[in-house]
């Protein structure tokens, strides 16, 4: 069987689809699955070991044998626990065949296959009766079915039909119940997620301000969940406006329901301010006593014992439609809509003299539809993408370079997606302005530059850099061709590269002076330690008693599938690490020539400065706009006593971890690593290695 899988190929800047083995898909998901860091969360397992021993001994204590429905059980891990609780049978339920496989292994190596049945099914296919799947109804309901969103990976409809056709009625559930909270905030960082803000650039003939199309200030943005670890975003950040709020809880021991509806709560703001962001998260009673309580709230609210680190539940930040001004103690109203798979919220202000006859009159006003993008910059910019075009330092940079290489006769192109250099260059005075938006079909610019009356000052060329005409450009040469370099379809930091290919191909529009910004790149690496992140990786070996080495074999096998093993992208701001070497520029590219023939490859040997564990290395593109102005996607600063890390907020770093993680090695003190890295110029990847 063969599988073609989508990917953007950064020589061309294009979506291509590659004809692939079927192993491939399935080694891509074991690889990056969060299968391990679920294994690795203690706090997580712990709690649901207690809350299915309390369970099973309720359903004993009335005499009843224990019956078990585990929809979901992944490695097998929730069955074994109820097994050993001394559940009389379990039916484990995995629609993931490989996971299914998996879960087999591992409940026999265990000593469970006479009790735990894995049927590799999802549980809306699972039938019950003499001949079926299942001989009776079950007593008792396990799953672990949530994202940070709790509801995103299809929990209420898989519990909507077991309770339908699985269980008993009046069965005990695992967990019992979940509840979402909210608290209501101020923030210029996130709602700069959300939002463009002016940009002011001091031209030639005064000041102008930027401004996006009005649709924005009440666009409801995208529906997809924005999750983050948000224990990482520091109080400084942002304001909260209301206590932390109950939104609502679902039961998961009764029928539950997944059709659209919303919930509503009153609240009074603790303080005056802009509400802009509602920040979220859940916990899952394991107990209907609530005793047993797994949470997933941040370090503000959650003081008492030591934060558990996961990865595969953080929590989310919603925009509201538009920001709304609020004073302490005033009656407002916040409204949870959702759907079967996701949520989103709306804020309205109580009316005057209002009381609860007229509730009937809000709910008319309740927006149950889930948001969508009216303003079309949303369907541009993602998230990271607004807080990057928002930074205001990275902006002054671009201007301050831009300002150094225009002239008033420039013919000036650039290459970059949804970017606003153009406007930029425009405005410095540039006399002719060109762009091209290679892997996006923008329908936002159009807009955008009407809006600030720009439409016939800037030329969108609708054609891919190799088609680009004379006539494209009024038959003139390029004197200065600009990029950010910044396009949707880049995964990797060096995935931007495809400026560079560009470049080469626009290369006989090229005056014989043109001056090209960035002037070139680097790939700069650091050797790190990480506080959490290597957990995600690494081998678990038994979890709670039981061993579940055939998944940490099934992960290894993945992860070293291809001859050579891969970096993979993660927003480092959010993950803290210690540096352990000095950063160091390990390859250059020179966007005034064009892509060379050959590959580019380096090796040499990093020396590490701090004691601590080598988990990999991280890697970052810097951009050298002009002379002396450079612009980081990676390390931004580093503090050299301890080495602590700050990271470009707005980025995704490279991260290549060494198989002393994947193998779970101990390595005994090493000085120094060494390293050979190779760019293939053909297919605009990079290559690596690494030893100790
Ligand atoms: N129970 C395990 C794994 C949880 S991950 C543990 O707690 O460690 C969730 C698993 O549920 C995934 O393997 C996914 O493939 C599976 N899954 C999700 N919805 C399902 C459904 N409706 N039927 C069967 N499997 C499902």
């Given at each position: 069987?063969?599988?073609?899988?989508?990917?953007?190929?950064?020589?061309?800047?294009?979506?291509?689809?590659?004809?692939?083995?079927?192993?491939?898909?399935?080694?891509?998901?074991?690889?990056?699955?969060?299968?391990?860091?679920?294994?690795?969360?203690?706090?997580?397992?712990?709690?649901?070991?207690?809350?299915?021993?309390?369970?099973?001994?309720?359903?004993?204590?009335?005499?009843?044998k224990a019956i078990v429905l585990d929809?979901?059980?992944?490695?097998?891990?929730?069955s074994?626990?109820a097994a050993?609780?001394g559940a009389d049978f379990c039916y484990a339920?995995?629609?993931?065949?490989?996971?299914?496989?998996?879960?087999?292994?591992?409940?026999?190596?265990?000593?469970f296959?006479d009790k735990i049945k894995?049927?590799?099914?999802?549980?809306?296919?699972?039938?019950?009766?003499?001949?079926?799947?299942m001989q009776c109804?079950a007593n008792i309901?396990?799953?672990?079915?949530?994202?940070?969103?709790?509801?995103?990976?299809?929990?209420?409809?898989?519990?909507?039909?077991?309770?339908?056709?699985?269980?008993?009625?009046?069965?005990?559930?695992?967990?019992?119940?979940?509840?979402?909270?909210?608290?209501?905030?101020?923030?210029?960082?996130?709602?700069?997620?959300?939002?463009?803000?002016?940009?002011?650039?001091?031209?030639?003939?005064?000041?102008?301000?930027?401004?996006?199309?009005?649709?924005?200030?009440?666009?409801?943005?995208?529906?997809?969940?924005?999750?983050?670890?948000?224990?990482?975003?520091?109080?400084?950040?942002?304001?909260?406006?209301?206590?932390?709020?109950?939104?609502?809880?679902?039961?998961?021991?009764?029928?539950?329901?997944?059709?659209?509806?919303?919930?509503?709560?009153?609240?009074?703001?603790?303080?005056?301010?802009?509400?802009?962001?509602?920040?979220?998260?859940?916990?899952?009673?394991?107990?209907?006593?609530?005793?047993?309580?797994?949470?997933?709230?941040?370090?503000?609210?959650?003081?008492?014992?030591?934060?558990?680190?996961?990865?595969?539940?953080?929590?989310?930040?919603?925009?509201?439609?538009?920001?709304?001004?609020?004073?302490?103690?005033?009656?407002?109203?916040?409204?949870?809509?959702?759907?079967?798979?996701?949520?989103?919220?709306?804020?309205?202000?109580?009316?005057?003299?209002?009381?609860?006859?007229?509730?009937?009159?809000?709910?008319?006003?309740?927006?149950?539809?889930?948001?969508?993008?009216?303003?079309?910059?949303?369907?541009?910019?993602?998230?990271?993408?607004?807080?990057?075009?928002?930074?205001?330092?990275?902006?002054?940079?671009?201007?301050?370079?831009?300002?150094?290489?225009?002239?008033?006769?420039?013919?000036?192109?650039?290459?970059?997606?949804?970017?606003?250099?153009?406007?930029?260059?425009?405005?410095?005075?540039?006399?002719?302005?060109?762009?091209?938006?290679?892997?996006?079909?923008?329908?936002?610019?159009?807009?955008?530059?009407?809006?600030?009356?720009?439409?016939?000052?800037?030329?969108?060329?609708?054609?891919?850099?190799?088609?680009?005409?004379?006539?494209?450009?009024?038959?003139?040469?390029?004197?200065?061709?600009?990029?950010?370099?910044?396009?949707?379809?880049?995964?990797?930091?060096?995935?931007?590269?495809?400026?560079?290919?560009?470049?080469?191909?626009?290369?006989?529009?090229?005056?014989?002076?043109?001056?090209?910004?960035?002037?070139?790149?680097?790939?700069?690496?650091?050797?790190?330690?990480?506080?959490?992140?290597?957990?995600?990786?690494?081998?678990?070996?038994?979890?709670?008693?039981?061993?579940?080495?055939?998944?940490?074999?099934?992960?290894?096998?993945?992860?070293?599938?291809?001859?050579?093993?891969?970096?993979?992208?993660?927003?480092?701001?959010?993950?803290?690490?210690?540096?352990?070497?000095?950063?160091?520029?390990?390859?250059?590219?020179?966007?005034?020539?064009?892509?060379?023939?050959?590959?580019?490859?380096?090796?040499?040997?990093?020396?590490?400065?701090?004691?601590?564990?080598?988990?990999?290395?991280?890697?970052?593109?810097?951009?050298?706009?002009?002379?002396?102005?450079?612009?980081?996607?990676?390390?931004?600063?580093?503090?050299?006593?301890?080495?602590?890390?700050?990271?470009?907020?707005?980025?995704?770093?490279?991260?290549?971890?060494?198989?002393?993680?994947?193998?779970?090695?101990?390595?005994?003190?090493?000085?120094?690593?060494?390293?050979?890295?190779?760019?293939?110029?053909?297919?605009?990847?990079?290559?690596?290695?690494?030893?100790?």
């Amino acid at each position: 069987m063969k599988t073609f899988c989508g990917r953007a190929n950064p020589t061309t800047g294009s979506m291509e689809w590659l004809e692939e083995g079927e192993d491939y898909d399935y080694h891509q998901e074991i690889a990056r699955s969060r299968y391990a860091d679920m294994l690795h969360d203690k706090d997580r397992n712990v709690k649901y070991y207690q809350g299915i021993r309390a369970a099973v001994s309720r359903v004993k204590e009335r005499g009843e044998k224990a019956i078990v429905l585990d929809i979901g059980t992944g490695t097998g891990l929730l069955s074994m626990m109820a097994a050993s609780a001394g559940a009389d049978f379990c039916y484990a339920i995995e629609v993931f065949k490989p996971m299914a496989n998996a879960a087999v292994k591992i409940v026999e190596k265990n000593g469970f296959s006479d009790k735990i049945k894995v049927i590799n099914k999802h549980s809306t296919e699972v039938t019950v009766g003499p001949d079926g799947d299942m001989q009776c109804r079950a007593n008792i309901l396990v799953t672990e079915l949530f994202d940070t969103e709790l509801i995103g990976e299809g929990a209420l409809p898989t519990y909507e039909h077991a309770h339908k056709y699985l269980v008993q009625e009046g069965c005990e559930a695992v967990p019992h119940r979940a509840t979402v909270y909210v608290q209501l905030v101020e923030s210029r960082r996130m709602w700069s997620w959300k939002k463009l803000f002016p940009v002011h650039v001091e031209a030639e003939d005064g000041e102008k301000i930027l401004v996006p199309p009005s649709e924005m200030e009440n666009c409801p943005g995208v529906p997809s969940v924005c999750d983050i670890q948000l224990n990482q975003m520091p109080s400084s950040d942002f304001i909260t406006l209301s206590d932390v709020i109950t939104m609502f809880s679902v039961d998961f021991s009764k029928p539950v329901q997944s059709a659209s509806t919303y919930y509503r709560v009153q609240l009074e703001p603790v303080k005056s301010g802009k509400a802009q962001i509602v920040l979220s998260w859940w916990d899952i009673d394991m107990d209907p006593s609530g005793k047993i309580n797994c949470t997933m709230a941040p370090y503000w609210v959650k003081t008492t014992s030591a934060l558990q680190w996961r990865d595969h539940w953080m929590q989310c930040v919603y925009f509201l439609p538009r920001e709304e001004p609020v004073l302490q103690g005033e009656k407002l109203y916040l409204t949870a809509c959702r759907d079967e798979y996701s949520v989103w919220y709306n804020l309205q202000k109580a009316r005057e003299g209002e009381n609860e006859a007229d509730e009937e009159e809000h709910k008319a006003d309740v927006r149950v539809e889930s948001p969508v993008c009216r303003c079309r910059a949303h369907l541009l910019w993602n998230r990271p993408r607004f807080g990057q075009l928002n930074d205001q330092s990275r902006t002054r940079q671009y201007i301050r370079s831009l300002r150094k290489v225009l002239k008033t006769d420039s013919v000036c192109l650039c290459i970059s997606d949804g970017s606003l250099l153009p406007v930029l260059a425009h405005y410095l005075g540039a006399k002719q302005v060109q762009c091209m938006q290679p892997s996006r079909i923008d329908l936002y610019h159009p807009h955008f530059f009407k809006a600030n009356h720009l439409e016939d000052k800037i030329k969108i060329i609708e054609a891919r850099p190799e088609l680009l005409k004379p006539s494209h450009l009024e038959d003139k040469k390029i004197s200065v061709l600009v990029g950010e370099p910044f396009f949707t379809t880049s995964l990797l930091p060096w995935h931007n590269l495809y400026f560079w290919y560009a470049r080469t191909a626009v290369s006989t529009h090229l005056a014989s002076n043109v001056t090209v910004l960035p002037q070139s790149a680097s790939l700069h690496m650091m050797i790190v330690e990480f506080q959490d992140l290597w957990r995600i990786r690494s081998p678990c070996g038994t979890c709670e008693g039981f061993d579940v080495q055939t998944m940490d074999d099934m992960i290894k096998d993945s992860l070293n599938f291809r001859e050579s093993k891969e970096a993979e992208p993660h927003p480092l701001w959010e993950y803290p690490c210690k540096s352990l070497s000095d950063p160091q520029e390990v390859l250059t590219f020179d966007f005034t020539k064009t892509v060379p023939q050959q590959c580019l490859s380096t090796e040499g040997s990093v020396k590490l400065l701090r004691k601590g564990k080598s988990h990999g290395a991280v890697l970052w593109m810097e951009y050298h706009l002009a002379a002396d102005i450079s612009v980081s996607t990676g390390l931004m600063q580093l503090s050299n006593e301890k080495g602590n890390c700050e990271w470009n907020p707005h980025c995704k770093q490279a991260v290549y971890f060494f198989s002393s993680v994947i193998e779970s090695e101990i390595l005994s003190d090493p000085t120094a690593v060494t390293y050979a890295i190779k760019f293939d110029t053909k297919t605009g990847e990079i290559a690596m290695d690494f030893k100790m």
